[in-house]
């Protein structure tokens, strides 16, 4: 697939996003997760770590993710 500049789209790449990309996922309590992750039986601890793990970072490293 193709994308109007001409470059190939190939996959989803979390970590090739430009470094002002930031998302901000409103929580209920602190520490809660994000979204239902596939691990949602699983601790609340390990699903947060999934969602971070699913946004991913920006291109220099930066978290591209976090709770408000």
Same mark, same amino acid.
């Given at each position: 697939?193709? &994308? #109007?500049? #001409?470059?190939? =789209? =190939? +996959?989803?790449? @979390?970590?090739? &996003? /430009? $470094?002002?990309?930031?998302?901000?996922? !409103?929580?209920?309590?602190? +520490?809660? &997760?994000?979204?239902? @992750?596939?691990?949602?039986? %699983?601790?609340?601890?390990?699903? =947060?770590?999934?969602? $971070? !793990?699913? =946004? +991913? $970072?920006? $291109? /220099? #490293?930066?978290?591209? %993710?976090?709770?408000?």
């Amino acid at each position: 697939m193709a &994308r #109007g500049d #001409g470059t190939a =789209v =190939v +996959g989803y790449d @979390p970590e090739n &996003r /430009d $470094d002002a990309m930031h998302v901000e996922y !409103k929580v209920a309590t602190t +520490g809660d &997760r994000w979204f239902i @992750p596939y691990n949602n039986y %699983g601790t609340t601890a390990a699903q =947060v770590t999934q969602c $971070d !793990k699913m =946004v +991913g $970072d920006t $291109d /220099d #490293g930066t978290p591209a %993710g976090s709770e408000m």
